[in-house]
């Protein structure tokens, strides 16, 4: 089991264009969590999909940012007309229907020059 | 909402010493409670959880207790260690999501 896998583990950005973050669940898991990290702060809530469906984006800014998780392939975090403030590590965690313990990719850290 | 508090935000020990980091949450529904270690530019991992039928989990040096009636929860780590030097996360299960604690670093002293 590969374990949770996200992609790209870097990126840079120049202000105005668009970042696409991708991430693959583990086996078996169909219940996906985004969450931003600055550094030296805490998980910040985000997004939580199931397949083909967005349960709570409470804490994901309505404009510039979208998530989707479609029935074939991974869910996408995608942030729009990106600003030096989106630098951050983007996590994704997933878990497998109903359980409660998450499992964590090892992030996509986000630059905006 | 919910709403979990973490302390102390940063914990420094001598190694060998024993480090312990309260949590306290406000769903008095919450029935599960992870911790995790995120070791710098690392990503979280779990380390110990436990949920609302127990009291008190142990695995090795680690332990975490649990107090339902005063709503917090604690994590004990013994004969501290310089590879225990991390950030440590606690979070509490309200309906379908992770409330999670601010974080508290924790710095073992050689």
């Known amino acids: 089991n590969a374990g949770v896998m996200q992609n790209p583990r870097h990126l840079v950005r120049r202000r105005g264009q668009e970042a696409r973050l991708r991430c693959s669940p583990m086996?078996?898991?169909?219940?996906v969590y985004w969450y931003r990290q600055l550094p030296e702060e805490g998980l910040k809530f985000m997004v939580y999909l199931q397949k083909e469906n967005i349960i709570d984006e409470s804490g994901m800014p309505k404009e510039r940012f979208s998530a989707e998780f479609p029935k074939e392939g991974p869910s996408i975090l995608r942030i729009q007309q990106v600003v030096r403030g989106d630098s951050a590590a983007y996590f994704c965690?997933?878990?497998?229907?109903?359980?409660?313990?998450?499992?964590f990719g090892a992030g996509s850290r986000l630059t905006v020059l | 909402g919910e709403n979990v508090e973490q302390h102390p935000s940063t914990l420094s020990v001598q190694e060998g010493d024993s480090a312990v980091i309260k949590c306290t949450y406000s769903?008095?529904?919450?029935?599960?409670f992870p911790w995790y270690k995120q070791e710098l530019g690392k990503r979280p991992q779990l380390i110990i959880d436990i949920r609302s039928n127990v009291g008190e989990k142990k695995d090795q040096r680690i332990a975490v207790t649990l107090n339902k009636t005063a709503k917090h929860f604690s994590l004990h780590i013994t004969e501290t260690q310089p590879e225990d030097s991390a950030v440590y996360f606690c979070?509490?299960?309200?309906?379908?999501?992770?409330?999670w604690g601010a974080g508290t670093k924790l710095i073992i002293k050689p």
């Open positions: 979070a509490a299960r309200s309906n379908y999501q992770l409330i």
């Open positions: 769903d008095s529904a919450s029935n599960y």
């Open positions: 086996k078996g898991h169909s219940h």
């Open positions: 965690a997933s878990s497998p229907e109903g359980a409660n313990v998450l499992t």
